[in-house]
């Protein structure tokens, strides 16, 4: 039981290396490129211990002298991610401007790397050193904003989410491969669900158009009210869409309405 206990829970609790042994040939660093590199190439599921070491050259036993196993790569990946962010920016200005620029940043991350939500989503967030300097740096960000402590740690969770839901459906509207659209063109299609060769399927334009046609029928009539009071529909443009909701959240959230 006291083994357990003192035990390091985490692969930054371990030192890098051994105090014995031959001096390593490679990094933890190193190691973690190489599988970011598999995982955006390949797909998250591509990266085992045997893949990356066929892709470094090397056995996978050799591997374990750096890394413990599969799931401490994989938190070492997810915060080298958080690692890509740029924290040198100045606190103190707009709180706002400033918490949408790190969200656009952090959206941009999960573009660049598809994989990091869904291994978020099965593993739990393991906090490493970059990703701690980023909640960090969000909260003195959020320092001089109205609020309470957890009231922020929301508004921050919120900014994560969010940059996450973006990211996928950027996904989805640019990769033919998506795994969502491979669902759609292998079920039976309902009547009136667009074929998959439908140029309409991911245009927001001729969604929203859709949806005003359906609501014009009668059949729904507070999406109709909603619709009509609402006038003109959100900007098509996703980083704009992105930043507008951003802009009205969050304020709100830490309960200083809308700017």
Known sequence: MADRETRPTTVWSRPERGARGPAPERSRTQITAAALALADAEGLAAVSMRALAQRLG????????????????????????????????????????????????????????????????????????????????????LAP????????????????????????????????????????????????????GDPSVGDPAARAAHLAAVAAEGRHPHLLAALTAAGAPPPADRDALFVTLLRRLLPAMLGQGEP
């Open 145 to 196: 904003a109205p609020g309470t402590a957890g009231e922020k740690l929301e508004a921050i969770g919120l900014l994560g989410g969010l940059a996450v839901l973006f990211a996928r459906r950027e996904a989805a509207a640019t990769s033919t491969g998506h795994p969502a659209a491979d669902d759609l063109s292998a079920r039976d299609p309902s009547p009136g669900d667009p074929s998959p």
């Open 58 to 141: 090397t056995g996978p036993a050799s591997l374990y002298r750096y890394v413990g196993s599969r799931d401490e790569l994989l938190d070492l990946m997810a915060d080298a991610v958080a690692g890509e962010l740029d924290l040198s920016g100045a606190t103190g200005g707009d709180w706002l401007d400033d918490l949408v620029g790190l969200a656009l940043q952090s959206r941009d991350a999960h573009v660049r790397h598809p994989w990091l939500a869904d291994l978020n989503d099965r593993r739990g967030e393991v906090l490493g050193p970059h990703a701690i300097d980023y909640l960090d740096h969000a909260l003195g960000i």
